[in-house]
């Protein structure tokens, strides 16, 4: 009896024992396990979250030759860190962009490859943003289209002008009537009617609905060809959203500033119908100022005003200006009138 009693006691101890084992090893067991899954979740949160590439802007420069003011868009790409822009430029054919052409890494490499010779008042110039829209719209991620002049400096930073232009769905086109007699050729009519004929800013911004438009057009293009020579071209694709019922897609004014009510100017160059370039001392912050306090527009051929705004609320109404020389907008860069900053 007394050996059963000692057999049962032993027996269970061992049990006992066991359990202890059992039950040190389960939470142990069990702090290694949540150990580890505290340092995969603890790695995971320290990872940078994934990349997700927002909308961009395609900035599309008509260049002659080089670009005299690729150091100031250099300061204003330099501010942009989410990617959300691209560069395609349309300078001359086999012209080629690297360190010896250009002072803006920016710029190297940006040439297209299928540029053709452009001459003044002729089609080729519609030709040349046509091939430059359908470049930049092989990159899907590319949502708006500006076309930018080789004389042309930005007024504000990246961020502004981005949240500017992505704030609206329409399209920004310069678009008035036409009174002046001689530059309608009756011969474009039907395809072009007189009541269509419109003139405007060739500096546009474009949604891809609107660019892709405009390169697939086989209509209006071919008589803009055919019948306007060595006279001013009024932006050819007005015409054809209207044909396609999408003039409520386009706001009709445009985002860069350009003077050209000059005739008072004492300066023989200055009183004519080109537009001013501003020179080394021109540039000053009350010009850069005065322009951007502009908040509305008056088409004096359709007694019409434009008043400005971006997010529903009133705004300035240009994002960019020209034609400034290469002197005159390095004088607005480095005295930081133009809220950018050069990289040191």
Not at 39 to 67: D, E, G
Not at 106 to 132: C, H, K
Request: charge should be positive.
């Amino acid at each position: 009896m007394k050996r059963r009693n000692t057999q049962y006691k032993s027996y269970s101890r061992w049990k006992l024992k066991l359990f202890v084992i059992l039950l040190i090893s389960f939470c142990f067991g069990s702090l290694v396990l949540l150990q580890t899954h505290y340092s995969r979740i603890k790695m995971f949160m320290s990872l940078p979250p994934p990349f997700v590439q927002k909308p961009k802007i395609a900035f599309l420069f008509i260049a002659r030759n080089r670009l005299p003011l690729d150091v100031v868009w250099d300061a204003f790409f330099q501010g942009e860190k989410e990617n959300r822009f691209s560069i395609f430029v349309h300078s001359r054919p086999r012209f080629l962009f690297s360190k010896a052409t250009t002072g803006s890494t920016f710029f190297y490499g940006r040439q297209i490859n299928d540029s053709i010779q452009v001459d003044w008042g002729e089609a080729t110039m519609i030709q040349a943003e046509r091939v430059l829209l359908k470049n930049a719209l092989a990159d899907s991620f590319n949502d708006r289209f500006v076309f930018v002049s080789d004389s042309c400096i930005p007024l504000y930073n990246f961020s502004y002008t981005y949240d500017y232009i992505m704030s609206t769905s329409n399209s920004f086109v310069d678009s008035f009537a036409d009174t002046k007699e001689g530059r309608y050729n009756p011969r474009m009519d039907p395809i072009i009617p007189v009541q269509n004929w419109r003139k405007g800013s060739q500096w546009v911004v474009l949604t891809r609905k609107h660019a892709e438009v405009v390169v697939e057009d086989e209509t209006v293009y071919p008589v803009f060809k055919q019948h306007c020579r060595r006279r001013s071209l009024p932006e050819f694709w007005r015409d054809q959203p209207f044909q396609k019922g999408l003039e409520g897609e386009i706001t009709r004014r445009t985002l860069t500033h350009t003077s050209w009510d000059l005739s008072f100017s004492k300066d023989f160059e200055r009183r004519n119908w080109h537009p001013v370039t501003y020179k080394l001392s021109d540039a000053t912050p009350m010009l850069i100022q005065s322009i951007k306090e502009i908040d509305n527009i008056y088409y004096e051929t359709e007694y019409r005003r434009e008043w400005c705004s971006s997010k529903g609320k009133p705004a300035p109404c240009f994002l960019f200006a020209r034609k400034f020389t290469r002197s005159a907008a390095l004088k607005l860069l480095y005295t930081s009138i133009l809220g950018v900053s050069v990289k040191e």
